[in-house]
């Protein structure tokens, strides 16, 4: 069953990487696409086009590297990989994660994962990235320092501190850059995905139709979805709040345990920390919660684990638009009663 | 049946039979994730006590009855390769080992009561040919130099604390001391009962079924008991106690001539840190 699916994603893969195409009105599934929406009023609201003049560059090659950090050009042997301890999906969802692309709510976003059986991740959805006009945002400063700086307002700028960065792995080539970029514009936003009323609808139809209410048609459209994605980290809670474990949702807890911790540690994945569902495991993870330890989901949600350019993976930080405070308490709660 | 590491890395298969690729002298079912480098690093210290042992030697830790640095690597994630040098314990000394190990069958996939995996080695003494014929390593021949070992390991993980092995080996050395056999064929038997997640008490044996290799012959059954830690950084680390000295099969299964009873026991321990490539 998986060897089909397989083939039938390759195949897929291949005739939307080879049919793609930037100015592409609407996508495979009749959506129309925002970017191109925007563009018929008449405003251009991102100007981060893959450069596709380049030899080598593609939207396969670049899901080739967002999925499973290889590339390879025609005629050349495969690159080196590009990591060896990440690829982008191990932190980025590659579909819609956010109920309401207007605000960034972890609660929402949870079960809005869930329903779409994808995982709660610590960084944003690649879906509709290349929409956005800002990157690392919020107290991503904090962590990267002025390496943050060029890469805040250019989108090739970001992948290459991610890749670095984040994934702990080599600068990609700029072919490889712009095949990514390709890629990301396979996942970029459709009018479908904003919240939109039958009144807005109808400005919006109108404006696209060429009949007026541009204005009221750009400012309804940029109103429904975040040109950023806020991050902002914070303490861990205090423990004196929750020892008690009086306001955690097991249930929810569950949730977040097999949705979002699950995604590295479940048979080692990404971490050499395994968890999985057995009393060992719980009871380990509740003996370390209250104590300043990196075993403890508080301080390791939050703080994330350090990280030695190039020489190791580690956990990153979860800012609070990513998982909040009640989520982790949710976590606390599950833990506690299955440890019991 | 050979099963691809695709497959064997689905769901329902068990995870973690053991903590490490090797229990104390017996290999275990485990392999290397794909893409992992394990360095590693294994000691066993001289008699805790007997003749060698006790407050001259202070129990054996100024003695290194064996010595193994090795490195193994996970081709995928069914299949383990290793090369490591041992000092040796036996007459044949300088010892490099390089191993191959296949997981063929996974607990829990389709069904399958246990996991098996298959270890072929080999070993090649590198000391210097002795000038005095009779010695084993006199190396009338340069096949002399080479000893094979061939275990076929089957595991079963009994709910999330307990697990048990059963194998069978075939050790074949070239050269051997007169009146001794080539070939021998061991039996052994491995367990682990998992205390806390990081922690673990294991234990293993073998036994040679060869009528030669008796008590009265000098020859004794090879024992190990240990503790493993496990870290969530890739660090294992296990300390144990086992009457063999060597560390390497084709070492320790033919020259397992240590007496518990009196006192040929030693420390060991194992520090293995992965990698990733």
């Keep these: 069953m998986s060897r089909i699916s397989l083939i039938i994603t390759c195949i897929v893969a291949l005739i939307v990487g080879l049919s793609f195409d930037v100015e592409q009105v609407y996508d495979d599934n009749g959506d129309m696409r925002l970017y191109k929406a925007l563009a018929t009023i008449g405003y251009r609201s991102v100007d981060h086009l893959p450069d596709l003049s380049i030899d080598g560059v593609s939207a396969i090659v670049g899901e080739d590297i967002v999925k499973y950090g290889v590339s390879k050009r025609e005629g050349e042997q495969n690159s080196k990989r590009q990591s060896k301890h990440f690829v982008c999906t191990s932190c980025h969802n590659l579909e819609r994660e956010d109920p309401d692309l207007s605000v960034s709510d972890p609660e929402a976003r949870l079960a809005f994962t869930l329903e779409k059986g994808i995982p709660l991740l610590p960084a944003t959805t690649l879906y509709g990235a290349v929409n956005r006009t800002s990157f690392y945002n919020g107290d991503y400063e904090k962590k990267y320092g002025d390496l943050v700086k060029p890469a805040r307002d250019d989108i090739r700028e970001a992948i290459q501190l991610c890749a670095v960065e984040c994934a702990q792995g080599r600068k990609l080539h700029d072919w490889e850059v712009e095949s990514v970029l390709a890629y990301l514009w396979t996942i970029d936003l459709k009018l479908n995905d904003l919240i939109l009323t039958d009144s807005e609808k109808r400005t919006v139809s109108t404006a696209v139709s060429g009949k007026g209410m541009e204005i009221d048609a750009i400012q309804i459209l940029e109103s429904k979805y975040l040109k950023y994605s806020p991050a902002h980290f914070v303490e861990p809670m205090s423990r004196g709040l929750n020892k008690f474990n009086i306001l955690g949702d097991a249930e929810n807890g569950r949730k977040v345990y097999e949705t979002s911790c699950f995604h590295c540690h479940y048979r080692n994945q990404y971490s050499y920390f395994n968890l999985d569902n057995s009393k060992l495991t719980f009871s380990f993870l509740e003996r370390k919660a209250d104590k300043y330890s990196r075993y403890s989901i508080y301080e390791v949600i939050r703080n994330g684990t350090f990280s030695k350019h190039g020489k190791a993976s580690y956990m990153p930080r979860f800012p609070k638009e990513k998982m909040s405070d009640q989520q982790i308490e949710d976590l606390r709660a599950y833990i506690s009663l299955m440890s019991e | ?277």
């Design chain 2, 1 to 277: 049946m050979c099963l691809s590491g695709a497959a064997l890395a689905q769901d329902g298969a068990v995870y973690g039979t053991f903590g490490d690729r090797r229990i104390i002298n017996t290999q275990s079912i485990e392999t290397l994730p794909a893409r992992k480098l394990d360095f590693r690093i294994a000691h066993r210290f001289g008699d805790l006590a007997g003749d060698a042992g006790g407050w001259p030697t202070f129990y054996g830790l100024e003695n290194a009855a064996d010595v193994l640095i090795g490195f193994e690597y996970g081709v995928t994630d069914n299949l383990t390769i290793g090369l490591g040098r041992t000092k040796g314990a036996g007459p044949l000394k300088q010892l490099i080992n390089i191993f191959v190990k296949q997981k063929v069958l996974a607990q829990g996939y389709n069904n399958m009561p246990v996991s098996l995996a298959v270890v072929g080695m080999t070993s090649a003494s590198t000391m210097q040919k002795s000038e005095t014929e009779g010695v084993l390593h006199f190396f009338d021949s340069p096949l002399h130099r080479w000893n094979y070992h061939l275990g076929v390991h089957a595991a079963r993980k009994f709910g999330e604390r307990y697990s048990a092995q059963v194998s069978t080996t075939w050790t074949y050395r070239n050269i051997v001391p007169a009146n001794d056999e080539n070939t021998i064929i061991s039996l052994g038997l491995a367990g682990r009962a998992q205390l806390t997640k990081a922690i673990g008490i294991i234990l293993d044996t073998s036994y040679p079924m060869s009528s030669l290799r008796t008590r009265d012959n000098g020859f004794y059954p090879v024992l190990g008991l240990g503790v493993e830690f496990t870290t969530g950084g890739g660090h294992s680390f296990q300390m144990n106690f086992t009457n063999v000295e060597g560390l390497s099969e084709t070492d320790y299964i033919p020259y397992s001539q240590s007496n518990i009873g009196e006192g040929e026991f030693r420390l060991g321990f194992t520090i293995s840190r992965l990698f990733s490539l």
